[in-house]
């Protein structure tokens, strides 16, 4: 079992940044980041590879968000610059114990979840 514990959302106008966290409790090989709005489906935003040699972004984030790892502290973080108003919602980290050369955007892909950190950005 893996706890995951994300931090670092609160409330920002738009053009702003924020950076999430995700600590885990023991060394994980693949982590994701996700985001959900009240009836919509979960949508992966970032996620970095066992070893964090490789990264991969959704369209809508690409070139603001950046997901990177500090394996000594078993902690993930999300950069979120430029961030806009459709960037608000509820973001999740993801790990899973299965290595990957590639990085993974797929919900499925993922065992542990953390519980949420809100993101709001205002405009």
């Known amino acids: 079992q893996v706890q995951l514990v994300e931090s670092g959302g609160g409330s920002v106008q738009a053009g702003g940044s924020l950076r999430l966290s995700c600590a885990a409790s023991r060394g994980i090989y693949s982590v994701g980041w996700f985001r959900q709005v009240p009836g919509k489906e979960r949508e992966g935003v970032a996620a970095i590879a066992s070893g964090g040699s490789k990264t991969k972004y959704a369209d809508s984030v690409q070139g603001r968000f950046s997901v990177s790892q500090d394996n000594g502290q078993n902690t993930v973080y999300l950069q979120m610059n430029r961030l806009k108003p459709e960037d608000t919602a509820m973001y999740y980290c993801?790990?899973?114990?299965?290595?990957?050369?590639?990085?993974?955007?797929?919900?499925?892909?993922?065992?542990?979840w953390g519980q949420g950190t809100q993101v709001t950005v205002s405009s």
């Open positions: 993801a790990a899973s114990d299965r290595s990957t050369y590639w990085p993974v955007l797929a919900a499925a892909w993922y065992t542990y």
